[in-house]
């Protein structure tokens, strides 16, 4: 038995599916509704968590956004458990999740899993299954095969073909008999390979033995029961090769595949492996990749393993208010308009000319509404700039994370910035948001930027004119979070710019720490204002703790004064892997990053940073005096008492700091450089210079 049950749970495990797109035949069985049970089966997986790759695979087959929770698994499994693979079917497998997400599997977290699977040395120990799931991934992302490769497709395919029994079937090593799991598997693999003679006729055998096999029922029996698994297989092996899982041939006694399959189907969508119900994640993934199947093959949109289309963010915008949004997936923008158009609800007219497709009316607005050219235009938003379509929409090519934005407009411009100073305004103070716009410049070929005057920016019910030079002044406004937008609406004319919106948080000054008797009274206010500015943090929930004497490592220093200065963290080079004591993935990894980069930090020798160690009130003046790139020429300050315990690197940043009063002694006139900074000290200088940078700008 426990033998059994190995061969088992391996088919299970392995089992994955690919259809090919063909031009579909009616339906047999109308009872089915598979786009319902499609998208509540994805619905369900999802409401069960994402707990494998092959749950993310059919996820993301079924429609829907992987998790960012998945996503920073499957990062963390590129760095650590990747070295220690050593089955092809793990890389496979891997490959094909990084597929689903959208990324590139030959170049992932600095590693080409493509490659590893065509020079892989140990593609046969485990039998057929390694040449069945290489061809899947391979042909998931489409992705290139070198002829010098141990494993070109042309060798993957004799070698599944080579395993074929004379029946048809295909069987896990030491069986003797056909496995439905395992020969829907390989008809799926050698589907796209048709064209060429000798497969087509395997592929025929093993459509014979599959009719053989049908129980009356419509499924097919596995380790002597029948299971969703083995249906699904079957349904997504016989969709690749063009054959009609509903069709008569296999609908014995009036039942079909796909009703045997709902029989397994829980009232929540879910599958279970066998009868009685119960849910099941190998049943519920299998499945909705089977449903998944037969939706595209209905459609004729393609393989289920074929390279997946991209998940853009769509945008509709009107004359007058936003008319809806949406995340879909598709390759042309237009698709992915009328995608999300139709899943809101919105009247797109397509019409067709001799140039093109182009969008007439949407929700009734036609173009041609303010009597010019005004009508429905396009732009695309792509790894955060504008980029400049050169065709059509119809022909247009999306790419993973872009946005596209659909909006009725004449001259209208695009948004290029909205920056609001200070970053995060508190709730005493008054703040500037300045809005530019960009157009394209056909003869320098590239935006030309330019002040957004007279555009409205709204935030909590305010609205403020921007003047002449793009900047809005506005009062202050309550702590909370807001939607800053930015609208060019006309009664009589197009928008003059896209409407834009930005998050905005208004920072409390009224908090109140659960230790704050605790703080000195010289610190009291720099630490609300610091916390309401964004730039220190607390301790805790709803009502935070401050924990004003705990010393402040130099990994959270790093972070306040990335906050501080408002460096970008992602754009920085990763100059935090000279530090052999930075962990990668840790919180404060991106802030040592951006801060050496830039020149504020550095380390302690040896190659280490020592993130844990309190930073010390000499070390925080240098990198105040290295970040404001303040004047060191004066040598002497004989109103610092105690500036001879100073280190002699220290000594200039510490007479710079204390003249611009960042830094200030105690009331016995002593810096104490050595001493460690606590988060109140830390609080006061840094909002001191928070103070002098804002009143720069």
Request: hydrophobic residues 40%.
């Amino acid at each position: 038995m426990k033998a059994l049950f190995n061969r088992a749970a391996l088919a299970v495990l392995l089992a994955v599916a690919l259809i090919m797109s063909a031009i579909p035949a009616a339906p047999a069985s109308a009872a089915v509704d598979t786009t319902t049970a499609l998208k509540k089966a994805g619905a369900a997986l999802l409401q069960s968590g994402i707990t494998s790759d092959w749950d993310a695979i059919a996820a993301s087959q079924a429609g829907y956004e992987l998790p960012a929770s998945y996503l920073s698994k499957l990062q963390t499994t590129m760095q650590k458990e990747v070295p220690t693979f050593r089955d092809v079917t793990d890389f496979e497998r891997l490959s094909m999740a990084v597929t689903a997400a959208g990324q590139d599997a030959s170049s992932y977290g600095g590693i080409n899993l493509i490659e590893r699977i065509y020079n892989s040395d140990r593609m046969l120990n485990q039998g057929v299954n390694g040449p069945i799931y290489a061809l899947l991934a391979l042909d998931y992302g489409n992705y290139d095969v070198p002829a010098s490769a141990k494993w070109t497709r042309d060798k993957l395919v004799a070698e599944v073909l080579k395993k074929q029994s004379a029946d048809g079937s295909f069987a896990f090593t030491g069986e003797k008999n056909g496995n439905p799991d395992l020969t829907g598997s390989a008809l799926t693999a050698l589907a796209p390979y048709f064209g060429q003679a000798e497969v087509k006729l395997a592929g025929e055998r093993t459509v014979a033995w599959i009719k053989s096999q049908q129980d009356k029922d419509g499924g097919f029996t596995s380790y002597g029961q029948s299971s969703s698994e083995s249906i699904a297989q079957i349904i997504i092996g016989l969709a690749s090769a063009g054959y009609d899982p509903l069709g008569e041939a296999f609908t014995p006694k009036g039942k079909s595949m796909l009703d045997k399959l709902m029989t397994f189907r829980n009232t929540d969508g879910s599958f279970s492996h066998s009868l009685p119900l119960a849910a099941n994640a190998y049943g519920t993934y299998q499945s909705v990749q089977a449903l998944a199947a037969y939706e595209k093959y209905k459609a004729g949109s393609g393989r289920l393993y074929s390279k997946p289309a991209p998940s853009v963010a769509v945008t509709v915008e009107g004359p007058e208010s936003t008319l809806g949004s949406g995340v879909t997936r598709a390759v042309y923008a237009l698709d992915a308009l009328t995608q999300v158009g139709a899943d809101k609800k919105l009247a797109v007219d397509v019409k067709e000319m001799s140039f093109g497709k182009y969008v007439n009316a949407i929700n009734g607005i036609a173009g041609g509404k303010y009597g010019g050219y005004d009508g429905w235009m396009f732009a695309v938003e792509r790894k955060g700039a504008w980029i400049n379509p050169s065709v059509g929409m119809g022909d247009f090519k999306l790419e993973a994370g872009d946005r596209l934005v659909v909006f009725y407009g004449d001259s209208t411009k695009l948004i290029s910035s909205v920056q609001v100073s200070p970053r995060q305004p508190r709730d005493n103070e008054t703040f500037t948001v300045q809005v530019n716009q960009q157009e394209w410049d056909f003869k320098a070929n590239e935006f030309a930027v330019t002040p957004a005057a007279g555009v409205a920016v709204q935030a909590g019910g305010v609205t403020v004119t921007t003047d002449a030079y793009g900047k809005a002044q506005f009062q202050p406004l309550s702590a909370g979070g807001y939607d800053l937008a930015v609208t060019g609406y006309s009664s009589s004319k197009a928008p003059s710019v896209l409407k834009h919106s930005v998050k905005l948080t208004v920072g409390s000054t009224s908090v109140k720490f659960s230790d704050e008797k605790s703080i000195a009274p010289w610190a009291i206010e720099a630490v609300k204002n610091g916390y309401a500015s964004g730039l220190i943090s607390g301790i805790g929930g709803s009502q935070p703790a401050f924990a004003p004497k705990q010393e402040l490592t130099r990994a959270q220093f790093a972070a306040l004064a990335v906050r501080l200065l408002g460096l970008d963290e992602a754009g920085a080079p990763a100059a935090a892997a000279s530090f052999t004591d930075v962990k990668a993935g840790s919180w404060y990894e991106g802030a040592v990053r951006v801060a050496s980069a830039h020149g504020i930090i550095s380390g302690v020798g040896g190659g280490k940073f020592q993130p844990d160690a309190a930073v010390s009130r000499q070390d925080m003046a240098v990198i105040f005096a290295r970040a404001l790139k303040l004047d060191p020429s004066v040598t002497e300050a004989p109103y610092i008492k105690d500036l001879g315990a100073a280190s002699p690197y220290a000594v200039t940043s510490i007479i710079a700091v204390h003249g611009s009063e960042f830094m200030v002694g105690d009331a016995a006139g002593k810096f104490n450089p050595k001493a460690a900074v606590s988060r109140e000290m830390a609080a006061v200088a840094i909002v001191n210079v928070y103070e002098h940078l804002s009143n720069q700008r």
